[in-house]
């Protein structure tokens, strides 16, 4: 190589240095985080029973055939004095449209605070458990006709960031929502999303899962991960290329400025010198 052929080669070099792989571990975030999912393409996981959480938030109603048996169980939040306060009063002012079901929250402790009952544990159980559960201590005890229990969430909700049209969290009215679903909320990934390295975020009890999705697989759809679970989110990385572009600003526009010039003036020298 001859030294115009090497002159020519480092400028290059110094050029590509500059526009290395930096960028990319500035912009994405939780780096590291989450092994890739392990898919069974022989068996199609079921769809699963929404889990009860710490910090959910429910809402339970008891219907019977005699509905005064009910109320009891059933309060509701009115506004009072116009000054912003609430007070509990029976499920009647809700049938007649002029107040909304009160919510339980799951504590820390993972328990729910019932009418008559006080405390129960909730964490962990299925809303068709914590139903039976519900029925059990109130009856006969408190209502003597068999009660039904409905339970469903206040705030079933998930989350989707990065690399998507609309990120942002989306509330869940059906309890129930699929990766693709979730994806679909968000507008869609942008062409500068990494399809094939979705990190899904997810707790359960005390433990925080990560994994990663590969959305071209087409076992995804048969895999544990494939519907959400309550409080779950997704995260689309960035491309390389749009996280190297996203960290180019004045100063950095400049610097390319100059080095472009040098290569320009070091082709036209090495012309003129032949």
Do not use: W
Not at 128 to 150: D, F, G, H, M, V
């Amino acid at each position: 190589m001859n030294q115009k052929s090497f002159l020519l080669s480092v400028l290059f070099t110094a050029l590509l240095l500059f526009m290395g792989c930096k960028a990319p571990k500035d912009i994405a975030y939780l780096q590291g985080a989450g092994k890739p999912a392990l898919i069974d393409s022989a068996i199609m996981a079921p769809i699963p029973d929404a889990v009860i959480k710490k910090g959910d938030l429910l809402i339970i109603t008891v219907n019977s055939v005699t509905p005064e048996l009910s109320r009891p169980f059933n309060l509701s939040l009115l506004p009072t004095t116009g000054m912003g306060e609430y007070s509990q009063i029976n499920a009647l002012a809700t049938s007649n449209g002029s107040g909304s079901l009160q919510n339980y929250l799951v504590d820390n402790q993972g328990f729910i605070t019932f009418p008559l009952v006080g405390k129960i544990a909730a964490e962990g159980m299925s809303k068709n458990a914590l139903s039976e559960k519900i029925r059990s201590q109130i009856y006969p005890r408190y209502i003597t006709e068999e009660p039904i229990i409905n339970i469903r969430y206040a705030d079933f909700s998930i989350s989707v960031l990065g690399e998507v049209s609309r990120p942002g969290s989306f509330r869940i009215n059906n309890e129930s929502c699929s990766v693709l679903e979730a994806l679909a909320l968000a507008g869609d990934l942008s062409i500068n999303g990494k399809r094939d390295n979705v990190l899904l975020i997810r707790q359960t009890g005390d433990t925080r899962e990560t994994v990663r999705l590969d959305l071209r697989d087409k076992h995804l759809i048969n895999s544990p991960y494939y519907f959400l679970q309550q409080n779950d989110v997704l995260y689309v990385q960035p491309s390389d290329t749009k996280a190297r572009s996203s960290k180019i600003g004045t100063a950095e526009t400049l610097s390319l400025s100059v080095v472009s010039t040098l290569i320009s003036l070091t082709t036209l020298i090495i012309s003129i010198a032949k």
